[in-house]
């Protein structure tokens, strides 16, 4: 399943599906702090990239939660990988911006590389615990805000894994756009 929508003169798409097989310039991962291999989206990436990504993300000295860092691709699709920290969901007001400071850092670490598409997965809402709903809309409201100021990024990919995650997030950008 995909849907897509016109951003300024960028593409934003929804779909279902797996980030490691994206051919976009870069793929995000949504990491840990210590930028050690975890499970979920960080598992599936690093399995699929191969050791040599272990390897570089040790020399990074970790990640804060918020912040974004950049290494090569190995063996994906994707030449690059931009690692993320989102927020483990607690409930306390600075969960929203965190997440918000994920999306953008990793848009702009993107920029200032060069690169023009890029593939997110839904951050934070797997084993950090961020409610679908609410991290639907930090997340499209980040993107979209920034396409508008950054032409240079033409593709962003939201890329869901579940169809239920794809509605949630399809169904927010209708909302988006309207409002
Ligand atoms: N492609 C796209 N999305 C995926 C894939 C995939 N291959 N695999 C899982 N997802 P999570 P978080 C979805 O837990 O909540 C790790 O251990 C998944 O269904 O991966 O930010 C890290 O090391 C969910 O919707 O990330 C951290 O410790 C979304 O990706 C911690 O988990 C995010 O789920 C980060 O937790």
Sequence with gaps: MSSKYKIG???LEILT??????DT????NAANNALVP?????????????????????TLGGCETG??????????AAPYVIHTVGPVYSGR??????????????????SSNGLKSISFPSISTGAFGYPVKEAAVIALKSITGYLKNHPDIELVRMVLFSDRDYQVYRSTM?????T
């Design 93 to 110: 007001v600075s969960d929203p911006g965190d997440l918000e400071r994920s999306y953008l850092n990793s848009l702009s670490v993107a």
């Design 174 to 178: 209708e909302r988006i756009i309207i």
């Design 17 to 22: 599906g797996d980030i490691t097989l994206q």
């Design 9 to 11: 003169n960028s593409i």
């Design 25 to 28: 310039d870069v793929i995000v």
């Design 38 to 58: 975890g499970g979920g989206v960080d598992g599936a990436i690093h399995r699929a990239a191969g050791p040599e990504l272990k390897d570089e993300c040790e």
């Design 67 to 76: 912040e974004a860092k950049i290494t090569r691709g190995y063996n994906l």
